[in-house]
């Protein structure tokens, strides 16, 4: 054996592939072994210990890295930084990759996504706010980082999807995507559609949408809404994407969170049903791992090739484009999660700035100097947004949707240096006036109810010293008759048969019975009429006692401040203590001024609508009918931009509003 061994030394033995086995070398390559060893520098032909030892580091970065993607983000898997997304214990993928199931693994990030927590993976203002342990040594990607993923497209052969947030269409239409896909075919998109107000036109809210792409000089193949949790309107979607693609690889692009990946996986899963008419075979074993969806932005942070078609190409899930300007990037992850709406939004309609100024001057003077050219107020919305109507024409009313998390404030116009203080101290000063001007009309009320009362009481006291009278009168008459009665009886005694004498005692105790029963019914009427007094009166000149007053005062409300949504009910109003994201907003600057004017003609309705970049919903200005200008502050936080665009057509609307609240007309 001392041959062999003299040939594993002069290195023309090779361990056999497939059995571990040495196997002498054919001459072949024997030679191409030498000649490279041959070729390398004296300095890097070092002995066989050092050469060993050199790859030890190399080969435990290749342990401590998986071949292969996670299939909910993205991001290449791991095992070396548990704070990085990506990141898989060792223990659990060790077997899967022993099993070649690498595309089957999914990162600890995304598990934990899907069970709702909100864990951040991208540089924003929130996340530099958060504190080292708040952070827990996670390593965080930057948005250029992200964009940096889609340069390119411009050049290649695709079909963009683009996706617009319903809800946040302004804030999330992005505005230079030809930057970015060149001159490639967009496909529109707006999502969430199932979460508009109910009864709105799926149609007239498409022709809208149209309407602002063309405003951005934006040409588009064709426009479609969809709601991904519910599936409406992704079998229409689907059937389009497969005229239009003409065997393109089809990108799905938009700002963060407007429900790419959500509207990927219902896409996948409409092409996968054998049933359906977009039946895509590839779709069937690709919709069993599809990308993660979560109400966290930055959730897809690489882009993922789905093999979803059966003509060739790819569909491509890219991740969000973060647009600084919008208000998630600076709020915390709890406070994103309250603000994501899960629900239909439903219309809120706060008291009108003619009752506001109407209930300001009865408070203060109790005479109304409001004046018919113009009124004013001001509304609070939670802590990311305040409007100042500074002048309207009367009659003009707001109409707000959003989440429920955030509440609406109605007070009267408030100056700008009133902003200085906090949001929540105005609306407790405003809260507690508005209680000062209830006492006062409370107390006006009691007085004139105890003044009512007192004329009451002088009316019973007369009525029933009548009625005492009228009793005695009629109860003498009774004595009297029933005298005459037993007179008569006992005259009549000795010639009137058995029968007569009955029939004529019974007559007189009938009588005397219903004389009885009638001063009764009498008293009782009377007794009750002293205890509880007359029926709840419904208005101030109707109030006849203090208990009617004290129903009175229960039955209106006392004030207009701090009015809510519908859907969020009283439970969250008594434990909500403070406004709406209202330290995260402090934390960025404050809230910063911008000036809008709306133009407002005769016709009565929507004019126009006021929202606010990246805020799940808007404010519509209602007019009455008449034509003047609607002067506005509106008060953002700091870089998030304002936005007056044409009113979305959803059943705000004047029917409703005119048929349930006469008074904002």
Request: with cysteine; net charge neutral; hydrophobic share 35%.
């Amino acid at each position: 054996m001392d041959w062999i061994s003299l040939a594993q030394q002069s290195q023309n033995f090779a361990p056999c592939v497939h059995c571990s086995r040495s196997r002498l070398l054919s001459p072949r390559l024997q030679n191409h072994r030498l000649l490279s060893r041959r070729q390398l520098p004296r300095r890097q032909q070092r002995s066989p210990a050092v050469a060993t030892q050199q790859p030890a580091d190399e080969a435990s970065q290749r342990q401590s890295a998986i071949k292969g993607s996670c299939y909910g983000c993205g991001l290449p898997l791991q095992t070396a930084q548990p704070g990085v997304a990506g990141y898989v214990a060792a223990d659990k993928a060790t077997p899967m990759v022993q099993h070649k199931h690498n595309k089957r693994i999914l990162c600890e990030r995304c598990q934990e996504l899907s069970n709702g927590r909100m864990i951040p993976a991208v540089q924003d203002f929130s996340s530099r706010q958060m504190s080292d342990a708040q952070l827990a040594g996670k390593a965080l990607i930057s948005p250029d980082q992200l964009r940096a993923q889609l340069k390119g497209l411009s050049e290649q052969r695709i079909l963009a999807v683009l996706m617009v947030d319903l809800l946040d269409c302004s804030g999330s239409f992005l505005t230079r995507v030809r930057d970015l896909i060149g001159r490639n075919p967009v496909f529109l998109v707006g999502t969430k559609v199932d979460l508009l107000p109910k009864g709105s036109d799926v149609p007239a809210v498409r022709d809208w949408l149209l309407a602002i792409a063309g405003h951005r000089r934006l040409n588009v193949v064709n426009a479609h809404l969809v709601g991904s949790p519910t599936g409406q309107g992704v079998s229409e979607v689907a059937s389009a994407l497969l005229r239009e693609r003409k065997g393109r690889d089809v990108y799905v692009l938009g700002a963060a969170n407007v429900g790419k990946s959500s509207f990927i996986r219902a896409l996948v899963k409409e092409m996968s049903k054998g049933t359906s008419q977009c039946f895509q075979p590839p779709s069937k074993s690709q919709s069993r791992r599809l990308p993660v969806e979560s109400a966290m932005p930055g959730t897809t942070l690489q882009t993922i090739q789905l093999q979803a078609f059966t003509s060739g190409g790819c569909l491509f899930d890219t991740p969000g484009i973060h647009l600084h300007h919008r208000l998630p990037h600076l709020l915390t992850p709890e406070e994103l999660k309250q603000m994501h709406p899960r629900r239909r939004l439903r219309p809120y309609y706060p008291p009108a700035p003619e009752d506001l100024a109407q209930e300001e001057d009865e408070g203060a003077a109790g005479s109304s100097s409001m004046t018919n050219e113009s009124v004013s107020a001001t509304y609070q919305w939670g802590g990311v947004a305040r409007l100042d109507v500074v002048s309207a024409p009367p009659g003009t009313a707001l109409v707000f949707y959003g989440p429920p998390a955030l509440h609406v404030h109605a007070m009267p116009l408030l100056s700008q240096h009133d902003m200085v203080q906090s949001a929540s101290t105005l609306a407790a000063q405003h809260s507690s006036s508005l209680h000062d001007a209830a006492q006062r009309d409370s107390a006006q009320r009691d007085s004139a109810g105890l003044e009512a009362a007192q004329h009451g009481s002088a009316q019973r006291d007369s009525a029933q010293q009548d009625s005492a009278q009228s009793n005695a009168a009629e109860r003498d008459s009774a004595q009297a008759e029933a005298a005459e009665a037993d007179q008569s009886h006992s005259q009549h005694l000795s010639s009137s048969p058995v029968s007569n004498n009955f029939h004529t005692t019974a007559n007189a105790q009938s009588t005397r019975l219903r004389t009885q029963q009638d001063l009764s019914r009498t008293s009782d009427a009377a007794d009750s009429e002293a205890d509880e007094g007359l029926a709840p009166a419904q208005h101030l000149s109707d109030i006849q006692s203090p208990k009617q007053a004290r129903q009175l005062l229960q039955a209106e409300p006392h004030g207009t401040v701090s009015h809510q949504h519908a859907a969020a009910g009283e439970e969250e109003e008594e434990g909500d203590e403070g406004l709406f994201a209202e330290a995260s907003v402090q934390a960025r600057g404050g809230l910063k001024l911008t000036e809008k004017v709306i133009q407002v003609s005769k016709l009565s309705g929507a004019v126009a609508d006021i929202a606010i970049s990246g805020l799940p919903g808007w404010v519509t200005v209602l007019s009455p009918g008449t034509k003047g200008l609607v002067c506005l502050r509106v008060w953002a936080p700091v870089g998030v931009e304002v936005f007056v665009r044409p009113p979305m057509p959803v059943p705000c609307s004047v029917q409703h509003h005119s048929a349930q609240t006469h008074a904002i007309w």
